[in-house]
């Protein structure tokens, strides 16, 4: 099964970034096949209509391209505000924007239709993220994602990981094991490998 983790932040030393590393580590001992992608090495501006109109930037086709190739998703969301990144809500809508013309990519939902998506999240603070959890869960059903029920918010992240980035409390490991199992778990019965006839 193949897995894409990502955070919604390119901060150096973003606590969701090192999550994003110890979920995809958790995944590959589960057997998972992972892409960790880092949102800074996509070139994309903000959203703009009129922008678009001159041409959907390559990386974004990258991304489109990325997104589909995946069956699950774990995404890593920081919170601001009380909800998650202007980054994060900028890249999904890029993401599911119609390509006009092109006839691979002129559905705006074909990256996302049917995709297991688990969510997890880290703050320095004691709720861990938790409320841009709430917020991104509607838009990603919205986006015609399935949601895996079992999510984790990482509290206190500035003494979870350690000098490795892997998480040194068992039941945080365990907590973050669960949601990339569900994933795994849910993604392969929705998205069955297709047989192939020699």
């Keep these: ?7 919604g932040s390119t901060r150096a030393r973003s606590f969701n ?3 994003a590393k110890a979920a995809a580590a958790l995944a590959r001992e589960a057997g998972a096949t992972v892409t960790l992608l880092e949102l800074a090495s996509l070139d ?3 959203y703009n209509a009129d922008l678009e109109a001159l041409g959907t930037p390559p990386d974004v086709i990258r991304l489109k391209e990325t997104l589909f190739e995946h069956s699950g998703w774990i995404i890593c ?3 601001y505000n009380g909800s998650y990144t202007a980054l994060l809500k900028n890249t999904l809508d890029w993401a599911s924007s119609p390509v006009k013309g092109d006839p ?3 559905d705006g939902s074909k990256a996302f239709a049917g995709k297991v998506v688990g969510l ?3 703050s320095p603070g004691a709720l861990g993220g938790l409320r841009s959890l709430q917020h991104l869960a509607p838009l990603l059903i919205n986006l015609q994602c399935w ?5 984790f918010a990482l509290g206190q992240a500035g003494t979870a990981f350690d000098a490795e980035g892997q998480l040194t409390n068992s039941k945080q490991r365990a907590a973050v094991e669960s949601v990339v199992k569900q994933v795994l778990w ?3 019965r929705l998205n069955p490998p297709v047989a192939t006839v020699d």
Excluded: N, Y
């Excluded at 099964?1 to 955070?7: T, W």
């Excluded at 949601?147 to 999510?151: D, I, M, R």
């Design 120 to 122: 997890l999240a880290a």
């Design 77 to 79: 969301s920081p919170e």
């Design 147 to 151: 949601v895996a029920p079992q999510q």
């Design 1 to 7: 099964m193949k897995l894409l983790i990502f955070a």
């Design 186 to 188: 849910a993604a392969e």
């Design 17 to 19: 970034r090192q999550l």
């Design 44 to 46: 994309i501006p903000l």
């Design 104 to 106: 691979e990519w002129s």
